[in-house]
Nanobody, 125 residues
Framework: VQLQASGGGLVQAGGSLRLSCAAS????????MGWFRQAPGKEREIVAA????????YYADSVKGRVTISRDNTKKTVYLQMNRAEPGDTAFYYC???????????????????WGQGTLVTVSS
């Protein structure tokens, strides 16, 4: 599984951005997908996750109401729409994948075993 994240950059506080993650995999719909982030000096944390069929999503409390995760299985892509960006959102953002039947809650970092490279999001105040 290869994952390619894109869409990071500089955004002003209160602004919006959309991250995309394209997967190189035979059957994308077999995978739960997640977006995670890691700020300097901090541990990697969940931002949002979505089940293989889009039927269930999970959001970190810090982004609820501001972030929407979605996926297009025909395009093998997962998206993260962030609105009302805050300086605290500044971090490297990573997408990750795991087979849907892998054990562990799909909102946990440890549940994922395929990771893409990060894309940097900087929110200026």
């Amino acid at each position: 599984v290869q994952l390619q994240a894109s869409g990071g950059g500089l955004v002003q506080a209160g602004g919006s951005l959309r991250l995309s993650c394209a997967a190189s995999v035979r059957t994308f719909s077999n995978y739960d997908m997640g977006w995670f982030r890691q700020a300097p000096g901090k541990e990697r944390e969940i931002v949002a996750a979505i089940k293989w069929n889009g039927g269930s999503t999970y959001y970190a409390d810090s982004v609820k109401g501001r972030v929407t995760i979605s996926r297009d299985n025909t395009k093998k892509t997962v998206y993260l729409q962030m609105n009302r960006a805050e300086p605290g959102d500044t971090a490297f953002y990573y997408c990750a994948a795991r087979l849907y039947y892998r054990s562990g809650f799909f909102g946990f970092v440890e549940a994922y075993n395929h990771w893409g490279q990060g894309t940097l999001v900087t929110v200026s105040s």
